[in-house]
């Protein structure tokens, strides 16, 4: 008796697993959507920014709060946990997936495959974990709204790319619900996805961010931001980072040796052939590197790597914070946060970072050990700013990244009981665009109180460059 606890025993037919989906429309109707913005589990906006920086580089908090302040938008990329405190106790159908966890609409990127293919997912994994699908298109269909707003296209065209963002949620999950298990599957989201999704005022947005990111490579960071050094020793052309504050610094002899360290145990995460490959490279400059909205405070480094015959390889090695969707949702506790992410991220994207892992690393010299994630860095990666799309490119988008998240939780839940529950039924849709605009609302407020907060003086903040 195989001791896997799968059971290859039993199949359920499809009909009936429909019909389970479509039978949750009974407790929770489709236009259940359509709610309050605010949960009762909501914390007030300046407590929720305080508690968020707990465990940060203080210096950088001025920083993390100034990309913030920039505009409603920014804020909500850096507000994943006061969302989750909205979502929390709402109506959800009690099926669950692997999260994304942050899904709006700026973390859907381009990067590249090991075969070199650019292709188009969800790429960014801090809050990933296990909880209602509904969480993450109700991320998606708000930020379309704020970035709509935030490039200045008008409130029905805001509503309508929420809105179609759900729609093709719908059809795609339908879609996938029809196709063979292993086609599902291993469908690759690359330029193909664009027109599946009808979004094809994007095609000339992804070829250019396609071109840009076959460009974005590490050699193009070692030519960038790196100077040479001769090893005379060893006769090895090597490079070390050129030291640009706030946002690059060099970091002491001691910190440099932790981080080659926690580098030498992060390859025990790697698949075998991968850890051979890893095995073949040297570390020659490790420097601290400010990255993103949400990340800024946490402990993030760059290390420069040398290998065959010139060739260069740039790791980011990022500190891996718990979820801040963890506090609302029955998650079981948690062995390592870097392997948490990577974990969420091997089984929501259809082809991930071949080096991507985890590691722990003793940063203050005090024998704690704290969690990060390693993977390449600019391997590939382009991005479509949804913030600076017209009208009809943002409502594509909202199709485009639609389709896409679908893709992404059919991987851990059955596309089959989502198209039951959702059917060919566009009151989904409309609730979800409601709720979009409505939380939007909200989140100008909460930029509102921030920047006033700031203005009289009670946090400080940094503008950044």
Excluded at 408 to 421: I, K, V
Aim: with cysteine.
């Amino acid at each position: 008796m195989s001791d896997s606890g799968i059971d290859l025993r039993t199949y359920v037919p499809s009909a009936q697993v429909l019909a389970r989906g479509q039978e949750l429309r009974e407790r929770v109707p489709l236009d259940a959507r359509d709610r309050a913005a605010e949960g009762a589990r909501r914390p007030d906006v300046l407590e929720f920014i305080e508690a968020s920086n707990a465990g940060r580089l203080p210096h950088l908090l001025p920083l993390r709060v100034g990309r913030m302040m920039a505009s409603p938008f920014t804020f909500y990329r850096g507000a994943a946990g006061l969302m989750a405190a909205d979502l929390a106790g709402g109506p959800d159908t009690g099926l669950t997936a692997q999260l994304c966890g942050d899904a709006h609409a700026a973390n859907f990127g381009l990067y590249g495959t090991p075969r070199g293919e650019i292709i188009m997912d969800i790429n960014d994994f801090d809050e990933t974990i296990v909880g209602p699908w509904e969480w993450d298109l109700d991320r998606l269909a708000a930020s379309l709204v704020l970035a709509g707003r935030e490039s200045g296209a008008g409130e029905d065209d805001c509503r309508r790319a929420a809105h179609d963002a759900a729609r093709t949620y719908r059809l795609a999950a339908g879609k996938l619900a029809e196709q063979p298990f292993l086609e599902s599957w291993s469908a690759l989201p690359d330029e193909s996805v664009l027109s599946k999704a009808a979004a094809h005022d994007l095609i000339d947005d992804f070829k250019k961010a396609a071109k840009k990111a076959r460009k974005n490579t590490s050699a193009k960071v070692v030519a960038k931001w790196t100077e040479h050094l001769d090893d005379h020793e060893t006769d090895i052309r090597k490079h070390r980072f050129i030291s640009d504050p706030p946002i690059l610094t060099p970091v002491d002899d001691r910190v440099e040796a932790a981080i080659v360290d926690g580098l030498g145990r992060y390859a025990d995460t790697l698949r075998e052939s991968r850890r051979t490959l890893l095995t073949r490279f040297a570390v020659s400059d490790v420097a601290f590197r400010i990255v993103g909205t949400g990340s800024v405070g946490l402990h993030t480094y760059v290390a420069l790597l040398h290998g065959n015959e010139g060739e260069n390889l740039v790791l980011q090695i990022k500190q891996a914070n718990p979820s801040a969707l963890r506090p609302y949702l029955p998650a079981p506790p948690v062995r390592h946060e870097g392997e948490r992410i990577v974990q969420g991220a091997r089984l929501v994207q259809s082809e991930t970072d071949i080096l991507l892992g985890w590691t722990s690393v003793d940063i203050a010299g005090d024998s704690t050990e704290l969690p990060f994630i390693v993977r390449q860095f600019r391997n590939l990666k382009g991005s479509i700013d949804p913030a600076a799309l017209s009208a009809a490119d943002l409502d594509d988008y909202g199709r485009l990244a639609g389709a896409l998240l679908a893709r992404a939780h059919s991987r851990s839940l059955d596309p089959r009981l989502l198209a039951g529950y959702l059917g060919d039924d566009e009151r989904f849709d409309d609730a979800v665009a409601r709720f979009a605009v409505r939380y939007a609302d909200r989140t100008e407020n909460d930029h509102a109180v921030l920047v006033k907060a700031v203005q009289a003086g009670k946090i400080a903040a940094e503008q950044p460059d």
